[in-house]
T-cell receptor, first 111, second 113 residues
Framework: SQQGEEDPQALSIQEGENATMNCSYK?????LQWYRQNSGRGLVHLIL?????REKHSGRLRVTLDTSKKSSSLLITASRAADTASYFC???????????FGDGTTLTVKP | DVKVTQSSRYLVKRTGEKVFLECVQD?????MFWYRQDPGLGLRLIYF???????EKGDIPEGYSVSREKKERFSLILESASTNQTSMYLC????????????FGPGTRLTVL
């Protein structure tokens, strides 16, 4: 099974609302990353949070990491139609070199 | 900006053909990756390479091979394409450690008939 699993699978909101997506994982990690993918395109890196960090911000993005619960959340504030995309978390496990991607959350922001 | 390019956006091949997917990155990154992406299955790692001529199997290497003769180029080879290899193929690269930020190409949508 996947190391990182996003929740919910799909999310639909109105423009201006906040969107929250969650990622849970099973084993200890070095870092956790969030990526965005527009339909039919490659992934774009959004933010990386290390295991010793609890919160990071980048523009309208806020990421939290709770290693005791093995979970992370991505908050997009004041959403825009252009935020419509799929969002993936990727976890770099402590005992493995590579990162593992989850299945993604599909976000739809209605104008 | 890092640029990762893939040789084709769309590709249609017949069962049994040998297929080459090429990926090039222009930022002198050490590591390169090939993933396939299928609905409901997320991104699955096929192979990755941490140095020239070095390669490691990912989660689903069966039916694929790779080649990295130059640092900037990583090729994915389907020796004998099958219909179950119809998918979106994504290439990525990262600097430094394999677990660092990855930069993705636009993807190649391969259809095997």
């Amino acid at each position: 099974s996947q190391q990182g699993e996003e929740d919910p699978q799909a999310l639909s909101i109105q423009e201006g609302e906040n969107a929250t997506m969650n990622c849970s994982y099973k084993t200890s990690i070095n870092n956790l990353q969030w990526y965005r993918q527009n339909s039919g395109r490659g992934l774009v890196h959004l933010i990386l949070i290390r295991s010793n960090e609890r919160e990071k911000h980048s523009g309208r993005l806020r990421v939290t990491l709770d290693t005791s619960k093995k979970s992370s959340s991505l908050l997009i504030t004041a959403s825009r139609a252009a935020d419509t995309a799929s969002y993936f978390c990727a976890t770099a496990q402590t005992n493995a070199g590579k990162s593992t991607f989850g299945d993604g959350t599909t976000l739809t922001v209605k104008p | 900006d890092v640029k990762v390019t893939q040789s084709s956006r769309y590709l249609v091949k017949r069962t049994g053909e040998k297929v080459f997917l090429e990926c090039v990155q222009d930022m002198d990154h050490e590591n390169m990756f090939w993933y396939r992406q299928d609905p409901g299955l997320g991104l699955r790692l096929i192979y990755f390479s941490y140095d020239v001529k070095m390669k490691e199997k990912g989660d689903i290497p069966e039916g694929y091979s790779v080649s990295r003769e130059k640092k900037e180029r990583f090729s994915l080879i389907l020796e004998s394409a099958s219909t179950n290899q119809t998918s979106m193929y994504l290439c990525a690269s990262s600097l430094g450690q394999v677990k660092d930020t990855q930069y993705f190409g636009p993807g190649t949508r391969l259809t095997v008939l």
